[in-house]
């Protein structure tokens, strides 16, 4: 979803052409470079992708006071509720990563208490 949205950042479709202002190659590029380092699944995905959540909001709070170089496209307020949401679904994707991560360690963790106890049973 974060690199859709650094091409329609850059991308207008009514009518069709680029929007190759400034601001929205800023977003545009934060939001392609986030979509792809949280794809890498890396220590530092995390922040990169805030980060890139974080730019989006600030560029539709920017063109929403018709600050001089970002114009992204459609409603400028819609482009501040894409960074909410984005950073939301970080948020969740993590969540989801750690409790995967715990339950394979209560799973590991299980084993090896099984393995432990009936070692034990085979000695007299």
Not at 23 to 43: D, H, K, W
Request: aromatic fraction near 8%; proline fraction near 4%; charged fraction near 15%.
């Amino acid at each position: 979803m974060m690199c859709m949205m650094g091409v329609f950042a850059l991308v207008r479709v009514q009518p069709f052409g680029l929007l190759l202002f400034p601001g929205n190659l800023v977003v545009g590029i934060g939001l392609l470079l986030g979509g792809l380092v949280l794809s890498a699944n890396r220590s530092f995905s995390l922040a990169v992708a805030t980060g890139a959540a974080i730019l989006t909001m600030v560029g539709g709070l920017l063109t929403f006071g018709k600050v001089r170089g970002f114009e992204l496209p459609g409603y400028p307020l819609i482009w501040l509720v894409v960074g909410l949401y984005i950073e939301m679904r970080l948020v969740m994707h993590v969540q989801s990563q750690r409790r995967q991560a715990l339950a394979k360690k209560r799973t590991e963790s299980e084993q090896h208490k099984d393995k432990l106890m009936s070692d034990g049973e085979d000695q007299p």
